[in-house]
């Protein structure tokens, strides 16, 4: 069981904004530790999507975005395509456990 | 271009040893910390190991800790993963990552390496 919760699953329509959630400790994302999140279809390399809590890297669309409040952090995915349909993981550093940690992953599902 | 490739993974039985291998290229690997991930069958990430660019920091998960044991060697432009008394539950794809400025979350990733533990 993973330091950072997130849902098991999530889905939504073709153009409908859908919001992950990333729920983490004082010792992770409460602790001031900055979120990452990952965009992972199995059998394929991890892509980053978020890093610094809110921050794109380049090649990522503006339909991702990312925000963080207290110990808690969220990925939003606005304007649903069916290329979306994948696994999502938010990621921290952890104080307690003196290294980085993955949350359980979403399974986003598009309809 | 940032290209990571791990090998070394394979079929092996439990209480045997195995070394992964990542070859990066298309950036200064001394600058980067780099990490190894993995996923085992119907699991979700799991961030195994983890080194600085000059390999004097490491981390290692609890769940791998004593038996698995992460190096680099940056003028090779490799980083590598010592494998030992393996077990069924270490059976997963293994990837490679290039740390994202200072941190060792990973922009970059590898393809993957298949490492199956079973008898």
């Known amino acids: 069981q993973s330091v950072l919760t997130q849902p098991p699953s999530a889905s939504g329509t073709p153009g409908q904004r859908v919001t992950i959630s990333c729920s983490g400790s004082?010792?992770?994302?409460?602790?001031?530790?900055?979120v990452y999140w990952y965009q992972h279809l199995p059998g394929t390399s991890p892509k980053l999507l978020i890093y610094s809590n809110s921050q794109r890297p380049s090649g990522v669309p503006d339909r991702f975005s990312g925000s963080k409040s207290g110990a808690s952090a969220s990925l939003a995915i606005s304007g649903l395509r069916s290329e979306d349909e994948a696994d999502y993981y938010c990621?921290?550093?952890?104080?307690?456990?003196?290294?980085?940690?993955f949350g359980g992953g979403t399974k986003l599902t598009v309809l | 271009e940032v290209q990571l490739l791990e090998s070394g993974g394979g079929l092996i039985h439990p209480g045997g040893s195995l070394r992964l291998s990542c070859a990066a290229s298309?950036?200064?690997?001394?600058?980067?910390?780099m990490s190894w991930v993995r996923q085992a069958p119907g699991k979700g990430l799991e961030w195994v190991s983890a080194i600085s660019g000059d390999g004097g920091t490491t981390y290692i998960a609890d769940s791998v800790k004593g038996r698995f044991t992460i190096s680099r060697d940056n003028s090779k432009n490799t980083v590598s993963l010592q494998m030992k008394s393996l077990r069924p539950e270490d059976t997963a794809v293994y990837y490679c990552g290039k740390g994202h400025g200072s941190s060792s979350f990973g922009d970059y990733w590898g393809p993957g390496t298949l490492v199956t533990v079973s008898s």
């Open positions: 990621a921290a550093w952890d104080d307690r456990l003196n290294g980085p940690v």
């Open positions: 298309g950036f200064p690997l001394r600058k980067y910390a």
């Open positions: 004082s010792s992770n994302i409460g602790g001031n530790n900055i």
